[in-house]
């Protein structure tokens, strides 16, 4: 049997695949030219690049089982995969921590200005050290402050957790009933139980010092321009989940009049051609949707990954 990996597998999850039999191509196909060749294939793994839409699924019925490399499967028409009896897989869990370690490089780089200082010190550092020292020098600490975690899923918990471990105050709005507390796991074995608490979606907005959003897209943002107006002033936000949760021109207009302190985002409305009022703010620091882009994360997803293929492709 023949996968191919479109979007790349770690060497890890390729070799445990190999082992167990399968030939595992990990050539990228274009998008426009995978009509004509993924029935080669009997299953087919992607990231966030490939799309796997129901005209594709239909042109291609030797493929047995999709596996989507990460948690959001909104590339994929899921549903109509299944109802074709195509086994469609995820993995969840497996990067859980590298986007929540994420969220927070987003956090302590906005708190004291990174993003904009490692824009200006190559520039002006040498001519106008004092005058950056004194535009930078109202930094605050994370300690203390209240984070409201919007979507308590894997990816949420994990951010609470450092919230947690860092002294934050952690809030959390859901769909569903949440936990009263985290386990946090420290070195030599120490565990500790800390509190959070479960509130409404409004409750995070007028309490929250920082937010943090981990919710697939729907039809609307969480946050627009009249959520925008029920924020706490001067509160910081990141968006690591998907583009579109937040509205962009809507958190434009925040970051200018001070509404918003500064914003962390990873994810955007039009990847990969991000909006140019987005990418040249002075208040937003910026990253290339690489949440999930760890070493550690990849070679989990990776074992993870060939692992439910493996199973799929074997029923």
Excluded at 93 to 99: D, I, K
Excluded at 242 to 250: F, H, P, Q, T
Excluded at 265 to 290: G, Y
């Amino acid at each position: 049997m023949k996968i191919l990996a479109n979007d790349g597998i770690d060497p890890i999850g390729k070799k445990i695949l190999e082992d167990a039999g399968f030939i595992v191509d990990t050539v990228h196909i274009p998008q426009d030219e995978l009509i004509n060749r993924l029935n080669e294939y009997d299953a087919v793994t992607v990231r966030s690049a490939t799309k796997l839409r129901q005209a594709l699924i239909d042109a291609c019925p030797n493929i047995k089982v999709i596996g989507r490399g990460g948690v959001g499967m909104d590339n994929i028409d899921v549903d109509y995969a299944r109802s074709k009896g195509i086994n469609v897989v995820n993995t969840p869990a497996a990067s859980s921590h590298s986007v929540a370690e994420l969220v927070f490089a987003h956090l302590l780089n906005g708190v004291r200005f990174l993003y904009d200082s490692n824009r200006k010190m190559p520039v002006e550092g040498n001519s106008n050290f004092g005058g950056l020292k004194k535009a930078y020098a109202a930094g605050v600490e994370l300690q203390g402050k209240v984070l409201g975690v919007v979507g308590f899923g894997r990816i949420g918990r994990e951010t609470a957790k450092i919230g947690l471990a860092l002294g934050m105050k952690v809030i959390y709005s859901d769909l569903f009933e949440g936990p009263i507390s985290l386990k946090l796991n420290f070195t030599a074995g120490v565990e500790v139980e800390v509190p959070v608490e479960q509130v409404e979606l409004a409750e995070i907005f007028k309490q929250a010092d920082f937010i943090s959003l981990h919710v697939p897209f729907t039809d609307k943002p969480v946050i627009g321009k009249e959520e925008f107006d029920l924020l706490k002033d001067g509160v910081g936000l990141v968006n690591a989940s998907r583009g579109g949760v937040i509205d962009e021109l809507a958190l434009v207009e925040a970051l200018n009049s001070g509404k918003v302190s500064f914003a962390g985002i990873d994810v955007f409305d039009n990847e990969p051609t991000p909006r140019q009022e987005i990418l040249t703010h002075p208040k937003i620091s910026l990253t290339p949707h690489i949440g999930a882009a760890t070493n550690e994360a990849q070679e989990r997803i990776g074992e993870e990954l060939a692992n439910l293929l493996i199973e799929g492709l074997k029923k």
